[in-house]
């Protein structure tokens, strides 16, 4: 395989990843509201209530109504409707008959993205005049946000396939016998470009939560009051403190490994494979996926699947080209055989790892974009499409 072709499968394995970080479907959005959207009833409400489609944080959450001249309400505290916050309920004063706007702002408890919509409700009214008169929904893809994702994923896709490339391909394909004299000096030289990667990795993963926390703090005012304990006590917080305490871990053994002799690196190796599996899952626990209110187990699973698939196969590829690189140093028969050996055995485990994708990507698509509607009228649909596109030249 040229090393052309690997960069450029590498290149694309990482962008097809980080394709997803724009618009879902799976945002937390409206499922139903009292008083229902859009509608008018004959008797004011005494509260408003909005059930979501996920959980969401109801301390950084808020509800504002506004008259039809947008003048603001004076309302209530607002307060969850359950106890799985997926809903939020908002006292309301006295309300005369008019035309109201309803204008909302919710951060999800599972990935931690924003949303905003509004909608409209009348009372007494014959019409809704002068207000919105559809409810807009959107979702707040903050470039910090979006730019903290596509580093986790590429360091989370390195550091699969360093871990699991040198234990399960690289030591398997070493010559048999006496060893050439200098591989031990060309396995070195793999090594180091390894733990070269692995730094690179851990310093993504400490940017991309560093880029995460000023994003929710600068949104959420989260230094202000309990705003920290209530973003903390949610799963993306717990998964954002979580995946930082197993990035400085991993990049403790790092620091050992480096410092062990070559006999010793073998469990310290497998630490930091066990490691990059911890990190993946919390990428996954904080997915879409995660966020479903319908067979969220099972589209969480896949979804690590998903992304394990990809990161062994991507990250490979990594592994793969350094090693056709330092090689090059080896005499030319032993070279021959380490590299038919390594293409070969990456070639079985890559194919398995492509089905699985393919497959885990089959369902993902199945469960989040479900309608041909959906598939070609939305972004996240249309970035399906530019996926599957992508990944026809990789297959050929």
């Not at 010559?175 to 004299?181: C, V, Y």
């Not at 010793?264 to 997915?287: F, K, N, Q």
């Not at 699973?301 to 990594?318: N, P, Q, Y």
């Not at 479900?370 to 009228?377: D, H, Q, R, V």
């Amino acid at each position: 395989m040229k090393l052309s072709r690997i960069f450029l499968t590498i290149t694309l394995t990482i962008f097809l990843l980080a394709a997803a970080v724009g618009e879902a479907l799976a945002h937390a959005v409206p499922v139903t509201s009292v008083p229902t959207a859009n509608t008018i009833v004959e008797t004011a409400p005494e509260e408003l209530r909005i059930q979501f489609n996920e959980p969401v944080v109801p301390e950084l959450s808020r509800i504002d109504l506004l008259t039809q001249a947008g003048q603001r309400i004076e309302v209530g505290a607002l307060a969850p409707g359950n106890a799985e916050n997926s809903s939020l309920i908002l006292p309301l004063p006295p309300l005369d008959n008019g035309t109201y706007l309803v204008s909302w702002q919710v951060l999800s408890a599972v990935d931690g993205h924003t949303t905003t919509g509004t909608y409209s409700f009348g009372i007494g009214v014959a019409s809704l005049a002068g207000v919105v008169g559809n409810t807009q929904t959107a979702a707040q893809i903050d470039p910090l946000s979006a730019t903290a994702r596509w580093l986790s994923l590429t360091a989370i896709v390195l550091l699969l396939g360093l871990f699991s490339f040198r234990p399960v391909l690289w030591l398997p394909a070493r010559p048999a016998g006496d060893l050439p004299e200098n591989y031990a000096r060309v396995d070195q030289k793999i090594y180091n470009a390894g733990l070269v990667i692995a730094w690179l990795a851990v310093s993504l993963m400490i940017v991309a939560g560093m880029l995460t926390l000023t994003d929710q703090v600068t949104t959420y005012q989260l230094f202000t009051g309990n705003n920290l304990i209530a973003w903390l006590s949610t799963r993306f917080g717990w998964m954002w403190l979580g995946r930082l305490i197993v990035t400085f871990i991993l990049a403790a053994i790092l620091g050992r490994i480096r410092a062990f002799p070559a006999g010793a690196r073998d469990p310290l190796w497998w630490a930091g494979l066990a490691l990059t599996l911890l990190l993946a899952v919390t990428a996954s626990l904080i997915s879409h996926s995660a966020a479903l209110l319908r067979d969220s187990l099972n589209a969480t699973l896949t979804d690590l699947v998903h992304l394990l698939s990809a990161g062994i196969w991507g990250g490979g590829l990594v592994q793969l080209a350094l090693a056709a690189w330092y090689t090059r140093e080896l005499a030319p028969a032993v070279r021959a055989s380490i590299n038919l050996r390594l293409i070969v055995q990456f070639s079985l485990l890559a194919g398995l790892s492509v089905g699985l994708l393919m497959a885990s990507g089959a369902y993902l698509a199945s469960v989040h974009v479900a309608t041909w509607t959906a598939l070609f009228g939305t972004t996240y649909g249309r970035i399906l499409l530019a996926k599957l596109g992508l990944m026809l030249p990789l297959l050929l």
